[in-house]
């Protein structure tokens, strides 16, 4: 019994899907680890938080790479202070403190 041999053509066709698949499987792993870390709240705190000493807000959602969502204050020292996602009066009252002066005229 004598096997016939796979073509040059064939085993060429076969080695370019192989390295089309390995470089797939690659660029998908150094996408997935690149260094655009994510800065996320892992935990939120429910303490108040002074309105003096907030310069800005954002909310973090867990679209954007984070575990939960929170509502992130900036103090004027530059910290993160993570809250939680607007459920409380006084979170409520900072955020629209801060819309207010950003609306008001400088």
């Known amino acids: 019994m004598h096997l016939q041999q796979p073509n040059t053509k064939t085993r060429m066709q076969t080695s370019t899907v192989t390295l089309l698949v390995i470089t ?27 309105i003096q000493i907030v310069a800005s807000y954002f909310h973090q959602t867990t679209d954007s790479g984070c575990a939960i969502a929170a509502t992130v204050f900036i103090t004027k020292k530059d910290k993160k202070l993570c809250a939680p996602p607007e459920k409380n009066t006084w979170i409520t009252k900072i955020i629209s403190h801060l819309e207010k ?6």
């Open 24 to 50: 797939a499987v690659l660029w998908g792993n150094i996408e997935a680890f690149s260094d655009a870390a994510v800065d996320c709240c892992l935990t939120t705190k429910d303490t108040r938080i002074p």
């Open 101 to 106: 002066k950003k609306k008001a005229p400088q």
